[in-house]
């Protein structure tokens, strides 16, 4: 495994603090969602950033690696081509699920995949998968979660160094989810660090979050608190790692606030001490072969994993039964924070639907109705705030006629046709309960 290429301390570049992001003192590189970027159209920030050296790094937050289908070819074609247009060292992804195929579910989330022997058989060959079509290399991170899988045959350190003695990729640990799977799954941080191969390492993510209820919940909304900065210093003691990025998604704060915490992250950066390196093992050979989805026991282990995520994500999203041995209680958590997640989407995508209902709350509370046991859209949040507001109409909702009448107007001009009849939009509600 060749040393990873020095980073430095960096953040996430968002569009919302973009301005500010280029004014940042001492920043050496900053990281973007893939998915939110076109290749052929980079923002002009970004182009400015990258022309007087800057490092972009794609992150990716939608192949699904830990999921049991093959990775998707398309989406793959697309991380790479954002690799080349960025000029990038490394690409990013995560250890999650994100859908399922039978039924057809999105989560809209990153979910946790079991640490289990099925779960790494077909993690593994995925991610060989998707070296393969990539032109750099790829590191994948450890993600926060709120619920645990029952039997599971592998601790986050095992999982991890498996994976990486079994295809050579490299790690993003994130600090943050190291502290969320330690108040929410009663998971050891310091564990998983003395556990992984850290000679591995890409980088490493830092965020905020806020505790509610006894649960943790990774916002990238809030300051990072001390307790992850212990834990980045707990890791640095360890190891010099090569970057270290502050996530931040919503609520920005203002720039010199935004300033003064990469200021903290860099401190307990540069006062740690400097171990000695660690030499890195060769990959261990491959186990589970690379057949397809119907090939030999991989095969069976995809079909496996396939029918219990398949279960989880339809309760988490459908309102099916819980499967078994999984908490309930931590379930419907879950399916909250995706039904709020899925809410806070569309509202970015369609800031009128907020301003039409009356403002955030009553909007989060007609979206929460209209969602439960509804899955998110195939077709994507475009589709489903169109969906959103049809079924509003259906309803004769907003109360106020004025509104409604707004409403409708907004569905026309996106939906490029008249809202149906009402009997045909009852009829269309009702075939979709069924559904």
């Given at each position: 495994?060749?040393?990873?290429?020095?980073?430095?301390?960096?953040?996430?570049?968002?569009?919302?603090?973009?301005?500010?992001?280029?004014?940042?003192?001492?920043?050496?590189?900053?990281?973007?969602?893939?998915?939110?970027?076109?290749?052929?159209?980079?923002?002009?920030?970004?182009?400015?950033?990258?022309?007087?050296?800057?490092?972009?790094?794609?992150?990716?937050?939608?192949?699904?690696?830990?999921?049991?289908?093959?990775?998707?070819?398309?989406?793959?074609?697309?991380?790479?081509?954002?690799?080349?247009?960025?000029?990038?060292?490394?690409?990013?992804?995560?250890?999650?699920?994100?859908?399922?195929?039978?039924?057809?579910?999105?989560?809209?989330?990153?979910?946790?995949?079991?640490?289990?022997?099925?779960?790494?058989?077909?993690?593994?060959?995925?991610?060989?998968?998707?070296?393969?079509?990539?032109?750099?290399?790829?590191?994948?991170?450890?993600?926060?979660?709120?619920?645990?899988?029952?039997?599971?045959?592998?601790?986050?350190?095992?999982?991890?160094?498996?994976?990486?003695?079994?295809?050579?990729?490299?790690?993003?640990?994130?600090?943050?989810n190291l502290h969320t799977n330690r108040v929410n799954r009663g998971e050891d941080p310091d564990a998983v660090l003395d556990g992984i191969p850290l000679e591995a390492l890409a980088y490493v993510h830092v965020a905020g979050g806020v505790e509610r209820g006894g649960v943790w919940h990774d916002t990238h909304a809030h300051p990072v608190p001390p307790v992850v900065l212990d834990l980045l210093a707990g890791l640095r003691s360890r190891t010099d790692p090569p970057g270290v990025l502050l996530e931040r998604d919503d609520d920005f704060p203002p720039e010199a606030e935004l300033a003064d915490e990469l200021a903290r992250i860099r401190a307990v950066v540069d006062a740690g001490p400097h171990p000695a390196p660690r030499t890195a093992a060769a990959p261990a050979p491959a186990h589970g072969g690379?057949?397809?989805?119907?090939?030999?026991?991989?095969?069976?282990?995809?079909?496996?994993?396939?029918?219990?995520?398949?279960?989880?994500?339809?309760?988490?999203?459908?309102?099916?039964?819980?499967?078994?041995?999984?908490?309930?209680?931590?379930?419907?958590?879950?399916?909250?924070?995706?039904?709020?997640?899925?809410?806070?989407?569309?509202?970015?995508?369609?800031?009128?639907?907020?301003?039409i209902l009356g403002g955030d709350r009553p909007y989060r509370e007609a979206y929460a109705a209209y969602a439960k046991g509804r899955p998110l859209a195939a077709a994507g949040y475009r589709r489903e705030a169109l969906d959103f507001a049809e079924h509003l109409l259906v309803q004769d909702l907003p109360a106020d006629p004025a509104a409604r009448r707004r409403l409708t107007r907004w569905w026309q001009d996106r939906a490029g046709a008249r809202p149906a009849r009402r009997v045909v939009r009852w009829a269309r509600a009702l075939v979709g309960r069924a559904a």
């Open positions: 495994m060749k040393p990873m290429a020095h980073l430095g301390v960096g953040i996430g570049w968002r569009p919302e603090i973009a301005d500010a992001v280029e004014r940042l003192p001492g920043l050496d590189w900053v990281e973007v969602v893939a998915e939110n970027i076109c290749p052929g159209h980079l923002p002009e920030s970004l182009l400015r950033l990258s022309e007087r050296g800057t490092r972009v790094v794609p992150h990716g937050v939608s192949l699904g690696l830990g999921g049991a289908d093959r990775p998707d070819p398309a989406k793959l074609a697309a991380l790479a081509e954002r690799a080349v247009a960025l000029g990038a060292p490394l690409v990013t992804e995560h250890i999650a699920f994100v859908r399922s195929s039978s039924p057809a579910l999105e989560a809209g989330h990153l979910l946790p995949v079991p640490r289990t022997r099925d779960a790494l058989d077909v993690l593994c060959e995925n991610v060989r998968i998707a070296q393969d079509a990539l032109p750099v290399p790829l590191a994948l991170e450890n993600i926060a979660a709120l619920i645990a899988w029952p039997g599971e045959e592998f601790t986050e350190g095992q999982f991890l160094t498996e994976l990486v003695e079994r295809t050579g990729v490299r790690l993003l640990i994130d600090v943050a690379p057949g397809g989805p119907q090939d030999g026991p991989l095969g069976a282990a995809r079909i496996r994993l396939g029918l219990s995520q398949a279960a989880l994500l339809s309760a988490l999203v459908a309102g099916t039964p819980v499967p078994e041995g999984f908490d309930r209680q931590r379930i419907r958590v879950q399916a909250r924070a995706l039904t709020a997640k899925r809410a806070g989407v569309v509202a970015k995508l369609a800031p009128e639907l907020p301003e």
